[in-house]
């Protein structure tokens, strides 16, 4: 037998861990017209009608809606993007984004 420690000195472990994921919030308020939210909705998030509809409606009716979930620098930049639309229309609308549970 020889004396040379053959045995592996380290297990190779690939990294598989998932980026954490931010939503996107669609906040209600008194002034923008709803169609408006719905084509800001449908133009940044891809959504079709009926889904952006049903979002608008949920924000309207609860306060705020649940857009959808991404990586921080896509959810921040689509929230951006949508609150920029908004802004430059005149319209009050706002999206804010925090980190899932
Ligand atoms: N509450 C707005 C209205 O009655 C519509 C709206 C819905 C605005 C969702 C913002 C978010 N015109």
Known sequence: MSDIDTKPQAVERTKTKQPPLYKVILL?????????VVVVLKAVFRMTEDQSYAVMMTAHQRGACVVATYTRDIAES????????ARGAGHPLEFSTEPEE
Do not use: I, V
């Not at 209600?28 to 408006?36: C, K, L, Q, S, W």
């Not at 689509?78 to 639309?85: G, L, R, V």
């Open 28 to 36: 209600n308020d008194d002034y923008t017209p709803r169609e408006f």
């Open 78 to 85: 689509k929230a951006s993007e949508a609150n920029d639309m």
